[in-house]
Structure formats: structure tokens, C-alpha cells
């Protein structure tokens, strides 16, 4: 399995980025897939994920990034909008995700499958 992100970048808040993500070696469409971010001395942490037709937020993001698939493609996508300086990280792909969601309250992990991409660098200045 080979996961290559794409789009990051450095914008200004309140800016927009798409971080693409195509794999090869499977098929996205057979899988739970979905996005995670590590900022600096922080622990990487899962931030949106798709399963099927759903889509997950954490709260940190919700409303404002929005997670896609292309299967013609097989692509992901994770479109961030009204970037913020707490949004800078290295954003990672990543396939066989465990997405959960308890009332409101959405959390997305890996498991011992998770397959990751080499990540892109997110920064947003102020």
C-alpha cells in the first residue's frame, strides 16, 4: 500500500487548502480512510475520517474541513477552509482507521492495519 498526500502549504488564516491523497496498492472504496495531523511537540491526532458513505468530524475541525473521495481516482481529499494558526501540523492519510462516534462526540485512531502517507506540511500565519 502506498499512500502520497498532496496541497499543503503556507496561508494566512481565515485561507483554504484541499490536501489530496491517492493510493495505490488498494482500492479506497474498500476501506475506511481518513486524515490525521501531528503539530509540533503534540501528539498526532485524527481530525476526520470516511467509513462507507459517512463522514466524521472532530470538533476541532468540524465545520470547516470537509473530507471526499473521488473512487474514479482513487483519491481522498480534505478540504480546509477558515484555516487558523492551531490548524499548523504535518497532515498524514491514512487507510483502516477506526471512526467513532459516541452522541456528539466523534474520535478517529488507528489500528494495528492503518496504513500512513509520508504527510504534508500545513502552516497557517497570522
Known amino acids: 500500500v502506498q499512500l502520497v498526500e498532496s496541497g499543503g502549504g503556507s496561508v494566512q488564516v481565515g485561507g483554504s487548502l484541499r490536501l489530496s491523497c491517492t493510493a495505490s496498492g488498494i482500492i479506497f472504496d474498500d476501506h475506511v480512510i481518513g486524515w490525521f495531523r501531528q503539530a509540533p511537540g503534540k501528539e498526532r491526532e485524527g481530525v476526520s475520517c470516511?467509513?462507507?458513505?459517512?463522514?466524521y468530524y472532530t470538533d476541532s475541525v468540524k465545520g470547516r474541513f470537509t473530507i471526499s473521495r473521488d473512487n474514479a481516482k482513487n483519491t481522498v481529499y480534505l478540504q480546509m477552509n477558515s484555516l487558523k494558526p492551531d490548524d499548523t501540523a504535518v497532515y498524514y492519510c491514512?487507510?483502516?482507521?477506526?471512526?467513532?462516534?459516541?452522541?456528539?462526540?466523534?474520535?478517529?485512531?488507528?489500528?494495528?492495519?492503518?496504513?500512513w502517507g509520508q504527510g504534508t506540511q500545513v502552516t497557517v500565519s497570522s
Open positions: 470516511l467509513s462507507g458513505g459517512n463522514t
Open positions: 491514512a487507510t483502516d482507521l477506526r471512526c467513532l462516534q459516541v452522541g456528539r462526540s466523534v474520535t478517529v485512531t488507528p489500528t494495528p492495519r492503518t496504513s
